[in-house]
């Protein structure tokens, strides 16, 4: 393969790839649904609307894939995987010490 064609393959959203994030997503929103702090907590409030943000990206991210979209699907990934990372790093999800999955690290 020459150099310019593997450069190109850097620049495609492929099937692999959107199925994985697609796939790493999922696993972590059953992560942090499972993380969430007490319905008494001050914070539980701020999980369910992080949650939410969460949730509606994934489910556009699918939306997206669907019509071929996978541009939009790949950011929507994205969005909804950096809400996962906020809330995890704040301290709104207990992940753990999961810093495989999630950026914990001061």
Known sequence: M???NEKNIKNIITDEKLN???K???EAIQ???KGLPPKRSLLHDVAEDFLLMIESYYKDAKAF???G?????FA???YAYGWIDAGA???IFDVGDDDVRFTLAK
């Not at 979209?69 to 699907?73: M, W």
């Open 2 to 4: 020459s150099e310019k």
């Open 20 to 22: 994985d994030y697609l």
């Open 24 to 26: 790493r997503t999922e």
């Open 31 to 33: 992560i942090i649904k």
């Open 65 to 67: 894939i669907e019509v």
């Open 69 to 73: 979209d996978y541009v939009n699907a």
């Open 76 to 78: 929507s990934l994205n």
């Open 89 to 91: 790093r704040l301290g």
